[in-house]
């Protein structure tokens, strides 16, 4: 079938809206539409040409919701006209890691996603003169139509706004999921979290959700304050207000009742500067303070810290898609969602439609959106 895309066809070049040629879906694969997709750092990234990994030309986006109009053969767990989900990061029930429980890193299919085809090898997308265009985290939803495989779609109720949960299938869950899933934040703890950006203010209100008692927001954008307030954060802290050293400020700040150390019981990166993953590793407290390294760095870029910090009890922890198991998590945060006990809608902050969605990137860029979201 023709349908209508967002074509990322070299690094560093705007996307060009066209017509492409989309396969039907092969065994275990389901057709979707597309009613709605975030934009996310995650597709800048690549399309800037900074990811190491980025393949071109290809079909951007990973944040999305949409219909099912078609399955394919053996397909049990979806049909024609459920809403769903696309997820980066899926979920099969069946190889070693989903086996194991202990990880949302479902390896089964993680080779062939990589490289932009269907778990066959092949794409199903290609120009109208036939060249192929790959595919990208297994979703590309900068496309009004795509075919996924089963595995890796959240079936979600009817009743939720395509528009508003699309931004569950990245921002949502992994800020939400890094402080549920991966630290485990339990009722009355201290936490800071360094980036107030899309992901920063949804580690911000899975914070909220978990019941902590403080929640020090760090922002070297003044203008990050407002909405992060909004969202539960009882502190904020620019670093470029700071006199001395940021860490021993923020441990000072975090020291409550008889204790004389200080720092937090979760800090958290959403970044990506390796500087601030060190020092939110240090501003967790001694003994047990856990950090949690959300943002994604640079190609080549390493974290440093004396080994010392480690010995005397903190833990430096990472998570991705904030560990959520997509298939049997997402539903969940969808109903969260719907019964008002998160809110999405403030962080949308643009709607677009695809023919401008080169715009979205722009805001991004002049840090002007939280969340440009494309409308089908
Ligand atoms: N682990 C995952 O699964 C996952 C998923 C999605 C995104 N990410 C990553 O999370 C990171 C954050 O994404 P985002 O969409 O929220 O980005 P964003 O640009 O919206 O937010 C980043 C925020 O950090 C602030 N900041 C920058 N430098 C700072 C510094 N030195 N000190 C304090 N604050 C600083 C900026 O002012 C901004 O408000 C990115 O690196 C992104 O790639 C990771
Ligand atoms: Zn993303
Ligand atoms: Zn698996």
Known sequence: MRTRAAVATAAGKPLEIMDVNLDGPKAGEVMVELKATGICHTDEFTLSGADPEGLFPAI??????????????????????????PLYTPECRECYSCQSGKTNLCTSIRATQGQ????????????????PILHYMGCSTFSNHTVMPEIALAKIRDDAPFDKVCYIGCGVTTGIGAVINTAKVEIGSTAIVFGLGGIGLNVIQGL??????????????????????????????NPKEVEGDLVPYLTNLTKRRNDHIGGADYTFDATGNVQVMRAALESAHRGWGKSVIIGVAPAGAEIATRPFQLVTGRQWLGTAFGGAKGRTDVPKIVDWYMDGKIEIDPMITHTLKLDDINEGFDLMHA??????VVVY
């Open 60 to 85: 951007l986006g990973h944040e999305g919701a949409g219909v099912v109009v078609e399955v394919g053969e053996g397909v049990k767990s979806l049909k024609k006209g459920d809403h769903v989900i």
């Open 116 to 131: 932009g085809v269907m778990p066959d090898g092949t794409s199903r997308f290609t120009t109208t003169d036939g060249d």
């Open 208 to 237: 909220r959700l978990a019941g902590a008692d403080m929640i020090i927001g760090v922002d070297v954008n003044p203008g990050k304050k407002a909405m992060a307030e909004h969202f539960g954060m009882t502190h904020f802290v």
């Open 367 to 372: 840090g002007k959106s939280i969340r440009s």
